[in-house]
Structures are given as structure tokens and as C-alpha cells.
């Protein structure tokens, strides 16, 4: 079986982005006028965030404090 945490790499990466920045859950959504539940989508990786509008993925980046192109996952070097 693969590495345990294979699937949690979105969520950990995104959560770790969010919490770098000082939000709970619950404060970014507020921050972004999104819900709570949005947000839980995002880090648990059930949100392509290629595929996110571009003024949300501005938003999100400018409150984590990161660039947009650093909210999508590096690519899977195994998908070709």
C-alpha cells in the first residue's frame, strides 16, 4: 500500500498555508466571503485549484500571504 499520507498532501499543504498565515478555518472564510465549508473542500484537496476563479485564487493568495502559482499542487511526477 502506498505512503499513509499520500492523499492528505493537498490538506496538509493548503492547512499549513492557512495556519502560516494565522486563520482558523472559520476566519479565512469569513476574510474571503466564502464558507466554511468551501474551505474545508480546499484543504482537503476536493477543489481543483487550477480551476478556481481567478478573483477568489487572488484573494485566497493575498491572505495566505503566498503567490497564486503556490495554491496548486506541484504536479504528481508519475502523470505525464
Not at 487572488?58 to 495554491?71: F, G, N, Y
Amino acid at each position: 500500500a502506498g505512503h499513509p499520507l499520500k492523499n492528505e498532501i493537498p490538506f496538509s499543504r493548503f492547512g499549513a498555508m492557512r495556519v502560516a498565515a494565522g486563520y482558523t478555518q472559520q476566519a479565512l472564510a469569513d476574510e474571503l466571503g466564502i464558507t466554511l465549508r468551501q474551505v474545508q473542500k480546499f484543504e482537503a484537496g476536493d477543489i481543483d485549484m487550477s480551476r478556481v476563479q481567478l478573483g477568489t485564487a487572488l484573494k485566497l493568495s493575498a491572505a495566505l500571504h503566498v503567490r497564486p502559482e503556490d495554491l496548486i499542487p506541484p504536479a504528481d511526477p508519475g502523470d505525464k
